[in-house]
């Protein structure tokens, strides 16, 4: 296990990841346990994308719906702090705040900011993978509206996550997400 912590360059995520592997495994009881003594030591101000990355699939453990939204919520809160923290960059390397909205369908968070020296304002490393987590947080945040019968609040939700997932790419993890949307939709209609 230390060598893979080592190879990975990132602890945090390792043990997020561990953790992922045992609720994929059906170990719901300890990915939840792990999760939650992670989510002791990140604290408020951790990691945003660990955080995120935490929240998300730590509402997956969860029997109750309520808990499940409430953990999905924190997984969306913590992208957006991101995606507010890199707004502010922007600000103070004097470019124009470009920080668009991801969940409302962006497909370029930069769009063109200019820093002080009339250069590209570099990406923070982390917003390409949250872009890519927006179309199923927001997924995620319908399906639990629907459990707890608050089928406006799923419907915002799910037009999200359609909108946000045209920027993915046309591979395995893309066509899964979008197949999800289009299920939700359906099971929303029959409803």
């Known amino acids: 296990m230390v060598e893979q912590q080592e190879a990975s360059g990132d602890a945090v995520m390792t043990r997020?990841?561990?953790?992922?592997?045992?609720?994929?495994?059906?170990?719901?009881?300890?990915a939840r346990n792990r999760f939650g003594a992670l989510w002791s030591e990140l604290g408020a101000d951790g990691d945003a994308l660990h955080r995120c990355t935490l929240a998300h699939y730590m509402a997956d453990t969860q029997d109750d719906p309520g808990?499940?939204?409430?953990?999905?919520?924190?997984?969306?809160?913590?992208?957006?702090?991101?995606?507010?923290a890199e707004g502010a960059g922007d600000a103070e390397a004097g470019g124009a705040g470009t920080g668009t909205a991801v969940g409302a369908g962006a497909s370029d968070v930069r769009?063109?900011?200019?820093?002080?020296?009339?250069?590209?304002?570099?990406?923070?490393?982390?917003?390409?993978?949250?872009?890519?987590?927006?179309?199923?947080?927001?997924l995620n945040l319908a399906a639990d509206y629907l459990k707890l019968q608050r089928p406006e609040s799923a419907r915002i939700h799910l037009q999200r996550a359609r909108?946000?997932?045209?920027?993915?790419?046309?591979?395995?993890?893309?066509?899964?997400?979008?197949?999800?949307?289009?299920?939700?939709?359906?099971?929303?209609?029959?409803?």
């Not at 997020?16 to 300890?30: N, T, V």
């Not at 020296?117 to 949250?130: T, Y």
């Open 16 to 30: 997020i990841g561990q953790a992922i592997m045992l609720l994929h495994g059906g170990d719901r009881e300890e």
């Open 67 to 84: 808990d499940e939204l409430a953990w999905d919520l924190r997984a969306l809160t913590a992208a957006e702090g991101l995606r507010a």
């Open 111 to 138: 769009g063109g900011a200019e820093g002080a020296d009339g250069g590209p304002v570099a990406e923070h490393p982390d917003i390409p993978a949250v872009r890519a987590f927006y179309p199923s947080l927001h």
């Open 163 to 191: 909108a946000a997932a045209e920027s993915l790419a046309d591979d395995g993890y893309g066509g899964g997400v979008r197949a999800a949307i289009d299920r939700l939709e359906l099971r929303m209609r029959e409803q």
